[in-house]
């Protein structure tokens, strides 16, 4: 069969995406039998709807572009957030020739993800055979790795220096995240972490349609602990602080000392005494954003307690025999990259 170019656009409005073919295709990738237009429409959403990824790629006029996240389990993950149910196909409505071989034809489509409705024009193209086949069944989404994502955190760089902290892996639909130029299907896909003391409060999107042109996504969204993480954090966080304040050297095993360290034992405590980490807000420290280097990588996995500027003293006895006290400014953090073990860090 002759072949061409595929020249596609789409109108979004209202809800409504549509599909235009102008040019010829070359044709090479597909697979699937469909007997029509509208069949090839149902089939391909069928498939989607069903979890079944190759059956979907099958209706591809051309062979779409290689992408981990066209798979059964990356369907599967987006069906259980919002179920693809188609809710009318129309019947195909032929274009002209224009001097083509090949037979064109749209087909108005209904469906829904969720309860999200969307109204779709596809595209079907007539091969060698009879058989149809689609203009496009993936779409190729770029996300902006320098606003999509930011920390729920406060803007205080001196908690948390800047080569503190390992990363933490973002994953969509369950798959490692690693580039912001993907393709996937039509379908809902959602953002996270594998750390269980973290949480992706919103960094979820929706693809209505198959689109030939890039997509560019905005993902609203922000990572943050856990109440069980924050739980966590705090409770260690001040059993160890309460053992630090148990030691009796000015210099303590833990890492913070005072400013002026007298040679005799003494006791530390708090200011004021009955202060306590776990009655504080834990937050994830920097905030800074989130994806960085396109790799899909947290940055910084710290918490903190915004606003705790915890005071120490250490009381003694000096040579003169006259009690004495000197005390310094703590730095509470917590390394969360491995939530089977927490790293307090108290200097």
């Not at 739980?231 to 630090?244: E, P, S």
């Not at 390394?335 to 108290?346: A, L, Q, R």
């Amino acid at each position: 069969m002759e072949g061409g170019l595929m020249m596609s656009r789409h109108l979004i409005a209202s809800g409504l995406a549509v599909t235009l073919i102008a040019a010829g295709l070359s044709l090479g990738g597909c697979s699937a039998t469909a007997d029509d237009a509208s069949s090839a429409v149902a089939g391909y959403l069928a498939a989607l709807s069903q979890g079944r990824a190759q059956d979907a790629l099958a209706f591809a006029c051309e062979a779409p572009h290689d992408s981990p996240y066209l798979t059964d389990e990356v369907l599967a993950a987006s069906n259980a957030i919002a179920p693809l149910t188609v809710t009318s196909i129309g019947q195909a409505q032929m274009l002209p020739r224009q001097g083509r071989q090949f037979t064109y034809a749209e087909v108005t489509a209904n469906y829904k993800f969720g309860d999200r409705p969307v109204t779709n024009v596809f595209s079907a193209l007539k091969q060698d055979g009879g058989k149809w086949c689609l203009g496009g069944v993936t779409t190729w989404v770029r996300i902006d790795r320098d606003t999509t994502f930011s920390y729920f955190g406060y803007n205080a760089s001196w908690f948390v220096p800047p080569d503190r902290g390992t990363h933490l892996q973002l994953t969509l639909n369950s798959v490692d995240f690693t580039d912001n130029d993907i393709y996937v299907f039509p379908g809902t896909y959602q953002f996270a972490v594998s750390n269980s003391l973290v949480q992706v409060v919103g960094g979820g999107f929706t693809v209505d349609a198959p689109y030939p042109s890039r997509l560019p996504i905005d993902v609203p969204g922000k990572i943050a602990l856990t109440d069980a993480g924050e739980r966590a954090i705090a409770r260690m966080a001040q059993d160890k602080l309460t053992g630090c304040l148990a030691e009796t050297t000015p210099t303590t095993s833990c890492g913070f000392r005072t400013s002026w360290s007298p040679s005799n034992t003494g006791t530390w405590s708090t200011v004021p005494p009955t202060f306590d980490l776990t009655e504080w807000r834990w937050v994830l420290a920097n905030g800074d954003v989130w994806v960085s280097d396109a790799k899909g990588l947290a940055k910084y996995p710290l918490a903190y307690a915004p606003g705790t500027q915890v005071w120490a003293d250490f009381t003694s006895t000096g040579s003169n025999g006259e009690p004495f006290t000197t005390g310094t400014i703590l730095t509470i953090t917590a390394d969360i990259s491995d939530p089977s073990n927490i790293v307090v860090t108290i200097e």
